[in-house]
């Protein structure tokens, strides 16, 4: 039975070791998407002045919001757009936001590029795909199987998972659990 657990554990990380990567890398880098993050490049910026309508509350209609596209001859089509803490940021398609301060009417355009490997796999990480949904379940559950036939893997003596594998797998099963309490 080792010999199977072993065997599996082995192939199956094998198989999915450049997923574990993307997927770790990608991963790290979400957590901390308000400090870095490098999924695109700026390649070109253009400072703007947008004409403010009067009535603040048309800032947040889409006849405003493509009127600022026919005024900066951003030939992208409109995506979506939001408001937080007086900022309007509008995202088009091709990669191209604009950021703007709604009290002066400033902003920036900018025009964004992927980066090379982290874009990519930080756009694994967050695809919609179905396809690759059904995929990234499938890993799931490889994952799944690498955790169990991991703890199997040494079945006799001081490190096995009968003698100290089940105290390791308790904490790390407990410290999360402690996180969402405090935290959540």
Known sequence: MKW???NIHRDVAYFYIG???AFSFSGIILNHRQDWYPMDYSYETKEVQLALPADKTAINSEAFIKTIAN???INAQYDSHRIRD???RVFYKDNIVLDADITTGKGVVEYKRKTPILGQTMFLHKTTNKFWIWYSDIFGIAMLVIAFTGMFIITKGKNSFKQRGWKLAL????FPIIILILFS
Do not use: A, E, P, Q
Request: aromatic share 6%; net charge positive.
């Open 86 to 88: 007086n900022k309007l």
């Open 71 to 73: 005024n900066w001859d």
């Open 171 to 174: 904490l790390g099963l407990i």
């Open 19 to 21: 997923l574990i990567i």
């Open 4 to 6: 199977v657990n072993r």
